[in-house]
């Protein structure tokens, strides 16, 4: 049974700070790995997505890496912003397509202090 | 990015009430629609698999006759929390799902409270 893990599961730093959020998941056999971000009481904003076969994308100030063999990605946040707080979530995609099931980790809350 | 629309965002309902949440994907056409489940800090649960013109796949511990599930055209899909009950409060959040490849998108959740 796939479980998604994601340490830590909070998280403050001062505003400019960089930081890395983790993710590990226990069966290697992903579809794909997708980082989301969480506001208070709100749906899920899709981060970034990477396919099984890719190592790495960037989008802006967020770089999120995958080693599907260890059973890892992280999530690099450069130069953190007030904005950034809020709950991340990685996502891995079972199967070998794009009908299987989404398993989430439990979130890393981050706080971004001014 | 898709865009998906939830109605109502938020509802407070007695105990032994329905309630029926609605989910529309506005801008593309979704054969299937996933219905996740999240409680206050925690992650996100699949509830259940909707496909368009037939019965839906529950997950294992979710009741089939309490969470009723219709999805009768490529663009609505509906969720009802028959004869709730306080434990069934929850935030409620479907997901059309994407194409091939392409990240998966959400709606804005519905925050169901039952008293």
């Known amino acids: 049974k796939q479980e998604v893990t994601q340490i830590p599961a909070a998280l403050s730093v001062p505003e400019g700070e960089n930081l890395v959020l983790n993710c590990s998941f226990t069966?290697?056999?992903?579809?794909?790995l997708q980082w989301f971000r969480q506001d208070p009481g709100k749906g899920l904003t899709s981060l970034l997505l990477?396919?099984?076969?890719?190592r790495e994308q960037t989008s802006g100030r967020l770089n999120a890496s995958l080693d599907k063999s260890s059973g890892r990605s992280t999530l690099y946040i450069a130069a953190s912003q007030p904005g950034d707080s809020a709950t991340y979530l990685c996502?891995?995609?079972?199967?070998?397509?794009?009908?299987?099931?989404?398993?989430f980790g439990q979130g890393t809350t981050l706080q971004v202090k001014p | 990015g898709a865009v998906v629309s939830q109605h109502p965002s938020w509802v407070i309902c007695k105990s032994g009430t329905s309630v029926k949440i609605e989910c529309r994907s506005l801008d593309f056409q979704a054969t299937t629609m996933f219905w996740y489940r999240q409680f206050p800090k925690q992650s996100l649960m699949l509830m259940a698999t909707?496909?368009?013109?037939?019965?839906?796949?529950?997950e294992q511990g979710v009741e089939k006759d309490k969470f009723l599930i219709n999805h009768a055209s490529l663009t609505l899909s509906t969720l009802t929390v028959t004869s709730a009950h306080p434990e069934d409060s929850s935030f409620y959040i479907c997901s059309p799902e994407g194409l091939a490849g392409i990240e998966q998108f959400f709606g804005p959740g519905t925050r169901l409270t039952v008293l």
């Open positions: 996502a891995v995609r079972e199967g070998s397509g794009n009908t299987g099931k989404l398993i």
């Open positions: 990477i396919q099984s076969s890719q």
């Open positions: 909707s496909n368009e013109g037939s019965k839906a796949t529950y």
């Open positions: 069966d290697s056999a992903i579809y794909n």
